[in-house]
């Protein structure tokens, strides 16, 4: 056998042992929270999870950061992932980050929770949207996300006590301090050292069944949203709904003022559309888009009446309140922020003022273009005017009308079109002719 037999089938032998392995990789789908839990999580999740279950995954591999977000979404992906054929691991990376609130509870649903060095969970304490809770009300509450969370941390065999804890006292945790509570199972550095820590654990799942993972050679899938998600997922955020919302009426105000624009009118409704889609999946307060339509009410006034920014600055004050107040997050986060509210009211007020001023004073002004500008114009008799007769105005010669006799050469003033006839009268002597 010659040298180059030998290294051909050398060659062979490597291709095919790298075959093999990536044959034999264990795939894991991956997804990225790293934003407030919502809809469009819950739709993103159970789509990952789908995924995962139609490949034939060997687990699913959440990477979590998050500040919390809506009890109906979190309790929606705790449901999918506990309904999940294929393990679910929750990894709360990567360092600093954190699974507050409904993060905390997404951790501890996992059939594997793990966090990196330097993060923190727990703060896990309901809050009721759009009202204050009484001492009644408040107990309910509680009551029902402890037993919420109690359904299934149990049977992941973790600290019981200590995670209704997070519910009833909003207390946190850091990984180690989670760690040796029993709240998680594994403090990775790295993905690598999660797989390293996992290989050949034997977990249980949900329903009481053990199911042993194999991740010595693990192939990472990458699990994307769609565009319609990733469009969603940033029209959630309150500051840039409530922008894209005003924008959206200022355009619509633009068309109004300026009819057969249409470029205005198309974004204005388009933006608003947008805006209230997003919006219809946040809790919203619907009283605050009464103080949104005062605003324009106020900023309308002020251009009228001129009211030396007393109706401006109210307009601006509502808008702004009606901002803070749009959308009733449990969390800061999905709250729209001070400066998102006046960096959209201030300017929004001054250009709507502006634009309104100029609208009423053109409304005001004389018309001076077409037929209807001659009324008022002053002309010459070129034909005695008895009464029917030819005048000359504004640089042109018209048939007339004189309510009065005017002979030839004498001044007269249009006071009304009719067709393609001048109704005109005897001009007052003091009144120059503007035409000969």
Same mark, same amino acid.
């Given at each position: 056998?010659?040298?180059?037999?030998?290294?051909?089938?050398?060659?062979?032998?490597?291709?095919?042992?790298?075959?093999?392995?990536?044959?034999?990789?264990?795939?894991?789908?991956?997804?990225?929270?790293?934003?407030?839990?919502?809809?469009?999580?819950?739709?993103?999740?159970?789509?990952?999870?789908?995924?995962?279950?139609?490949?034939?995954?060997?687990?699913?591999?959440?990477?979590?950061?998050?500040?919390?977000?809506?009890?109906?979404?979190?309790?929606?992906?705790?449901?999918?992932?506990?309904?999940?054929?294929?393990?679910?691991?929750?990894?709360?990376?990567?360092?600093?980050?954190?699974?507050?609130?409904?993060?905390?509870?997404?951790?501890?649903?996992?059939?594997?929770?793990?966090?990196?060095?330097?993060?923190?969970?727990?703060?896990?304490?309901?809050?009721?949207?759009?009202?204050?809770?009484?001492?009644?009300?408040?107990?309910?509450?509680?009551?029902?996300?402890?037993?919420?969370?109690?359904?299934?941390?149990?049977?992941?065999?973790?600290?019981?006590?200590?995670?209704?804890?997070?519910?009833?006292?909003?207390?946190?945790?850091?990984?180690?301090?989670?760690?040796?509570?029993?709240?998680?199972?594994?403090?990775?550095?790295?993905?690598?050292?999660?797989?390293?820590?996992?290989?050949?654990?034997?977990?249980?799942?949900?329903?009481?069944?053990?199911?042993?993972?194999?991740?010595?050679?693990?192939?990472?899938?990458?699990?994307?949203?769609? *565009?319609?998600? =990733?469009? %969603?997922?940033?029209?959630?955020? /309150?500051?840039?709904?409530?922008? +894209?919302?005003?924008?959206? $009426? #200022?355009?619509?105000?633009?068309?109004?003022?300026?009819?057969?624009?249409?470029?205005?009118?198309?974004?204005?409704?388009?933006?608003?559309?947008?805006?209230?889609?997003?919006?219809?999946?946040?809790?919203?307060?619907?009283?605050?888009?009464?103080?949104?339509?005062?605003?324009?009410?106020?900023?309308?006034?002020?251009?009228?009446?001129?009211?030396?920014?007393?109706?401006?600055?109210?307009?601006?004050?509502? *808008?702004?309140? =009606?901002? %803070?107040?749009?959308?009733?997050? /449990?969390?800061?986060?999905?709250? +729209?922020?001070?400066?998102? $509210? #006046?960096?959209?009211?201030?300017?929004?007020?001054?250009?709507?003022?502006?634009?309104?001023?100029?609208?009423?004073?053109?409304?005001?002004?004389?018309?001076?273009?077409?037929?209807?500008?001659?009324?008022?114009?002053?002309?010459?008799?070129?034909?005695?005017?008895?009464?029917?007769?030819?005048?000359?105005?504004?640089?042109?010669?018209?048939?007339?009308?004189?309510?009065?006799?005017?002979?030839?050469?004498?001044?007269?003033?249009?006071?009304?079109?009719?067709?393609?006839?001048?109704?005109?009268?005897?001009?007052?002597?003091?009144?120059?002719?503007?035409?000969?």
């Amino acid at each position: 056998m010659t040298s180059l037999h030998r290294n051909f089938i050398r060659i062979l032998i490597a291709v095919l042992f790298l075959c093999g392995l990536a044959l034999h990789a264990q795939q894991v789908v991956s997804v990225k929270l790293d934003d407030t839990i919502n809809p469009i999580t819950e739709e993103f999740i159970d789509r990952a999870i789908a995924h995962a279950d139609q490949i034939h995954a060997e687990a699913v591999l959440i990477q979590l950061s998050t500040p919390g977000g809506l009890v109906d979404s979190t309790r929606g992906i705790i449901s999918k992932m506990l309904a999940s054929k294929v393990p679910i691991i929750v990894y709360v990376t990567p360092t600093g980050s954190r699974a507050a609130s409904a993060g905390f509870y997404i951790l501890e649903a996992a059939d594997v929770a793990a966090m990196s060095p330097g993060t923190n969970t727990g703060a896990a304490h309901p809050v009721l949207l759009g009202e204050k809770m009484d001492e009644v009300m408040k107990t309910k509450v509680e009551n029902d996300s402890a037993a919420f969370m109690r359904s299934f941390v149990s049977k992941r065999g973790r600290n019981v006590d200590l995670a209704e804890s997070a519910v009833r006292q909003s207390k946190s945790w850091t990984d180690q301090e989670a760690l040796q509570n029993h709240l998680i199972d594994v403090v990775a550095k790295d993905p690598a050292d999660l797989w390293k820590q996992l290989d050949g654990r034997t977990v249980t799942r949900f329903d009481g069944s053990k199911q042993t993972l194999h991740l010595s050679n693990v192939q990472l899938v990458d699990y994307k949203e769609t *565009l319609r998600e =990733g469009i %969603l997922g940033w029209l959630m955020d /309150p500051n840039i709904a409530f922008l +894209v919302l005003a924008l959206g $009426a #200022l355009a619509l105000y633009a068309e109004f003022n300026h009819p057969g624009a249409v470029i205005p009118g198309v974004v204005g409704l388009i933006a608003i559309v947008l805006a209230i889609f997003a919006l219809n999946l946040l809790p919203v307060r619907y009283a605050s888009f009464v103080l949104i339509l005062a605003a324009f009410v106020m900023f309308a006034l002020e251009a009228k009446f001129m009211t030396h920014g007393v109706l401006g600055i109210g307009g601006v004050v509502a *808008l702004t309140l =009606g901002g %803070l107040l749009l959308v009733d997050g /449990p969390i800061p986060e999905m709250r +729209v922020q001070w400066w998102a $509210a #006046l960096g959209v009211s201030v300017p929004l007020g001054a250009i709507t003022v502006f634009l309104m001023t100029l609208a009423i004073k053109a409304h005001r002004n004389k018309v001076v273009t077409g037929v209807q500008g001659l009324v008022g114009e002053v002309g010459v008799a070129r034909t005695p005017l008895s009464p029917e007769g030819k005048v000359f105005v504004h640089g042109e010669l018209w048939d007339a009308i004189a309510s009065e006799p005017v002979p030839l050469g004498g001044s007269i003033v249009v006071n009304r079109v009719n067709e393609m006839t001048l109704e005109v009268a005897p001009a007052p002597k003091t009144q120059p002719v503007s035409a000969n």
